[in-house]
C-alpha cells in the first residue's frame, strides 16, 4: 500500500480518536508542548462513557477540562511526573497525584507499573518515505509508541521536524488526528540584575571547551545571557532553550569539543519561543533522543568538562536542595535534576551546579501580602522532597557568590553557604546552625 493510502486509511476525527478510550484505560500523553492538546481538550466530553481513566503526562501545559473540573474526577484522574500551574490549582481539588521519579527512568518505570493502553501523541506530517517525527520530545514518548496498544498522533504541520529518537515509520502508528494549532511558548522573562550577577558567577565556572546542561526555571536560562562570551561549548541537555539558540548564533556554542556526539546538540525535550521552534526545525545539528539514554548519568558523564547547571526553591546549610516541593506542597519536580547532576560529577572535570536568589519574596496567606524569607536555611521545611543530595551538589551559586562544596565537611559547607547567603540573614543561619549542632 502507497504511504499516501496507509495515512488516508489511518486518519480518524477527534471523536472516533476518543472513543477509543474505555473504562480503566490508563493513557499517557506526550510532554510539554509534545502534549496532543487537541485530543485532550475534549478529553471530558466522553465522561458519560468511562470511568477510573488514567491519564499519565509530565509538564502539561493547558488546563484541560478533563483534570481541573471536579465535576469529572470519578471519570478521569491525572497522574503527572511534573507539575505545571495549573496542575498545582488541580492538586488543591484532589484531581492529580505526583509520580516521584527521576527523569530518564520516568517512561521504563511508569511502564513496569502499568500498561498503556492509549498514547496520545503528536508528531509533523507523514514524509515521502513514510516517516513523521515526535518534533519536541523524546523523553519518553518513542517509548510510549514503542508499548502502547494503541498509537494516535495528532499530525500538526506547525511543528518542526527533529531528527534522533523522534523518527518514527507510519506502519508503527495506529491512527492520525489532523490538528493545526500554533504551538504553545514559554514566556520570556528578561534577566534581571540579580539574574546577570548569578550568570556571571556561574560564568566563571564554566572553563571554555565545557558541554553545559541548563534546566528549567528563570535563572538557567539568564546564565546562559551571560556564557555568550564562551568558546567551543557543547550542549547535552534534558530541556533545549533558547538561550541555547542564541549561544549557537552568537558561535559560543560548537559543539567541537564534545567527547560524546561531537558537532550535535543533544537534548530530550524542547520548549521556548517560536525563535527555538524555527532553529530546531529540520536542523541536523540538534538530536531530540529518548530521554532513557540521554539523562542517564552514565551517558552524561561521557561527556569531558560536563557542567550541570539547575536551581532550587530551598537548600539546607549542608547542601540538600528542595527543587520541587514547598514542604509536602508539590510545585514542580524532580525532572533530570539529579541525573544531570551526578552526570556531571561522573564527567571527567565536570561540575555540577545549583543557582539560586539568596531570598524569595513569599505569599503570607490568600491575598496580596508577601514577606522576603532566606532561600539558604538551616533545615528543609518540613516534609519537603529532597530532589537533589547533598553529596552531588558541587557548588551553590547565588547573588552574592559561588559555595564550592565539592569534598568539604559539614562545618565548612555551613560556613561557605552561610557567605553567600542574604546578610540579613546570616547571624540568624549561623545560630541556628550552632543549635543544631552543625557548625
Ligand atoms: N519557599 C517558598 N516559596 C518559594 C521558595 C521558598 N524557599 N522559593 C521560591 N518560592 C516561590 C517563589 O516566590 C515563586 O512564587 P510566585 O510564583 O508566587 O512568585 C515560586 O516559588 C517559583 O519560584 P521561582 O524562583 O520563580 O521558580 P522558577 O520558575 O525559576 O523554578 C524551580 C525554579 C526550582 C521550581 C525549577 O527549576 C524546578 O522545578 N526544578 C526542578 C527540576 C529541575 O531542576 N530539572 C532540571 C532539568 S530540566
Same mark, same amino acid.
Not at 489511518?10 to 484505560?25: C, F, H, P, Q, W
Given at each position: 500500500?502507497s504511504?499516501?493510502?496507509?495515512?488516508?486509511e489511518?486518519?480518524?476525527?477527534?471523536?472516533?480518536?476518543?472513543?477509543? @478510550?474505555?473504562?480503566?484505560?490508563h493513557?499517557?500523553?506526550?510532554?510539554?508542548?509534545a502534549?496532543? &492538546?487537541?485530543i485532550?481538550?475534549?478529553?471530558?466530553?466522553?465522561?458519560?462513557?468511562?470511568?477510573?481513566?488514567?491519564?499519565? $503526562?509530565?509538564?502539561?501545559?493547558s488546563?484541560?477540562?478533563?483534570?481541573?473540573?471536579?465535576?469529572?474526577?470519578?471519570?478521569f484522574?491525572?497522574?503527572?511526573?511534573?507539575?505545571?500551574?495549573g496542575? !498545582?490549582?488541580?492538586?488543591?481539588?484532589?484531581?492529580?497525584?505526583?509520580?516521584?521519579?527521576?527523569?530518564?527512568?520516568?517512561?521504563?518505570k511508569?511502564?513496569?507499573?502499568?500498561?498503556? *493502553?492509549?498514547f496520545?501523541?503528536?508528531? $509533523?506530517?507523514?514524509?515521502?518515505?513514510g516517516?513523521l517525527?515526535?518534533?519536541?520530545?523524546?523523553?519518553?514518548?518513542?517509548?510510549m509508541? &514503542?508499548?502502547?496498544?494503541? @498509537?494516535?498522533?495528532?499530525?500538526?504541520?506547525n511543528?518542526?521536524?527533529?531528527?534522533?529518537? $523522534?523518527?518514527?515509520?507510519?506502519?508503527?502508528?495506529? %491512527?492520525?488526528?489532523?490538528?493545526?494549532?500554533?504551538?504553545?511558548?514559554?514566556?520570556i522573562?528578561?534577566?534581571?540584575?540579580? *539574574?546577570r550577577?548569578?550568570?556571571?558567577?556561574?560564568?566563571?565556572?564554566?572553563?571554555?571547551?565545557?558541554?553545559? &546542561?541548563?534546566?528549567?526555571g528563570?535563572i538557567?536560562?539568564?546564565?546562559?545571557?551571560?556564557l555568550?562570551?564562551?568558546?567551543?561549548?557543547?550542549?547535552? $541537555?534534558?530541556?533545549?532553550?533558547?538561550?541555547?539558540?542564541?549561544?549557537?548564533?552568537?558561535?559560543?556554542?560548537? +559543539?567541537?569539543?564534545?567527547?560524546?556526539m561531537?558537532?550535535?546538540?543533544?537534548?530530550?525535550?524542547?520548549? =521556548?519561543?517560536?525563535?527555538?521552534?524555527? %532553529?530546531?526545525?529540520d536542523?541536523?545539528?540538534?538530536?531530540?533522543?529518548?530521554g532513557?539514554? @540521554? +539523562?542517564?548519568?552514565?551517558?552524561?558523564?561521557?561527556?569531558?568538562?560536563?557542567?550541570?547547571?539547575?536551581?532550587?526553591?530551598?537548600v539546607?546549610?549542608?547542601?540538600q536542595?528542595?527543587?520541587?516541593?514547598? =514542604?509536602?506542597?508539590q510545585f #514542580?519536580?524532580?525532572g533530570?535534576?539529579?541525573?544531570?547532576?551526578?552526570?556531571?560529577?561522573?564527567?571527567?572535570?565536570?561540575?555540577?551546579?545549583?543557582?539560586?536568589?539568596?531570598?524569595?519574596? @513569599?505569599r503570607?496567606?490568600? =491575598?496580596?501580602?508577601?514577606?522576603?524569607? #532566606?532561600k539558604?536555611?538551616?533545615?528543609?521545611? &518540613?516534609?519537603a522532597?529532597?530532589?537533589?543530595s !547533598? +553529596?552531588?551538589? *558541587?557548588?551553590?551559586?547565588?547573588?552574592?557568590?559561588?559555595?564550592?562544596?565539592?569534598?568539604? #565537611?559539614?562545618?565548612?559547607?555551613?560556613?561557605?553557604?552561610?557567605?553567600?547567603?542574604?546578610? *540579613?540573614? !546570616?547571624?540568624?543561619?549561623?545560630?541556628?546552625?550552632?543549635?543544631?549542632?552543625?557548625?
Open positions: 500500500m504511504i499516501k493510502q496507509s495515512y488516508k489511518k486518519r480518524i476525527t477527534t471523536e472516533e480518536a476518543l472513543s477509543k @478510550v474505555e473504562t480503566g484505560d493513557i499517557v500523553t506526550g510532554l510539554a508542548a502534549e496532543a &492538546q487537541s485532550l481538550s475534549e478529553l471530558h466530553t466522553i465522561a458519560d462513557d468511562v470511568e477510573d481513566v488514567i491519564v499519565s $503526562t509530565c509538564l502539561p501545559l488546563n484541560n477540562e478533563y483534570f481541573t473540573n471536579p465535576e469529572y474526577k470519578d471519570n484522574r491525572m497522574e503527572a511526573w511534573f507539575y505545571s500551574p496542575i !498545582r490549582k488541580a492538586h488543591k481539588d484532589k484531581l492529580v497525584s505526583f509520580i516521584p521519579n527521576h527523569l530518564h527512568l520516568a517512561g521504563t511508569r511502564l513496569a507499573h502499568r500498561d498503556v *493502553d492509549i496520545f501523541g503528536t508528531a $509533523t506530517p507523514v514524509d515521502k518515505h516517516y517525527s515526535l518534533s519536541l520530545s523524546a523523553t519518553y514518548e518513542k517509548l509508541v &514503542q508499548n502502547a496498544d494503541i @498509537v494516535i498522533l495528532e499530525v500538526n504541520p511543528l518542526p521536524r527533529t531528527f534522533g529518537d $523522534t523518527t518514527v515509520h507510519i506502519d508503527d502508528v495506529d %491512527f492520525f488526528v489532523e490538528a493545526d494549532y500554533d504551538i504553545p511558548e514559554l514566556p522573562a528578561e534577566p534581571s540584575e540579580k *539574574d550577577i548569578i550568570g556571571k558567577n556561574i560564568a566563571e565556572l564554566v572553563e571554555d571547551g565545557s558541554t553545559i &546542561q541548563l534546566g528549567i528563570g538557567p536560562n539568564a546564565v546562559a545571557a551571560e555568550l562570551d564562551k568558546k567551543d561549548l557543547g550542549i547535552h $541537555t534534558e530541556m533545549f532553550t533558547d538561550g541555547m539558540v542564541d549561544l549557537y548564533n552568537a558561535g559560543a556554542v560548537n +559543539n567541537k569539543k564534545k567527547t560524546l561531537p558537532e550535535k546538540m543533544v537534548a530530550t525535550f524542547a520548549l =521556548g519561543s517560536k525563535k527555538l521552534y524555527d %532553529f530546531i526545525d536542523n541536523p545539528a540538534v538530536r531530540i533522543m529518548d532513557n539514554w @540521554v +539523562n542517564d548519568p552514565h551517558v552524561i558523564g561521557q561527556n569531558h568538562k560536563m557542567v550541570s547547571i539547575n536551581t532550587t526553591l530551598e539546607d546549610l549542608t547542601g536542595c528542595a527543587s520541587e516541593s514547598i =514542604g509536602t506542597k #514542580s519536580g524532580t533530570g535534576q539529579a541525573d544531570t547532576a551526578i552526570g556531571a560529577q561522573n564527567s571527567p572535570e565536570g561540575k555540577s551546579i545549583i543557582a539560586l536568589y539568596s531570598t524569595a519574596d @513569599v503570607t496567606g490568600e =491575598g496580596d501580602e508577601r514577606k522576603t524569607i #532566606s539558604i536555611v538551616p533545615m528543609l521545611t &518540613q516534609g522532597a529532597v530532589s537533589l !547533598r +553529596n552531588d551538589v *558541587d557548588y551553590v551559586v547565588t547573588e552574592y557568590g559561588v559555595a564550592e562544596l565539592r569534598g568539604t #565537611s559539614i562545618r565548612e559547607r555551613v560556613e561557605r553557604l552561610t557567605n553567600i547567603a542574604h546578610p *540579613d540573614f !546570616r547571624e540568624e543561619l549561623k545560630e541556628k546552625a550552632k543549635e543544631l549542632m552543625i557548625w
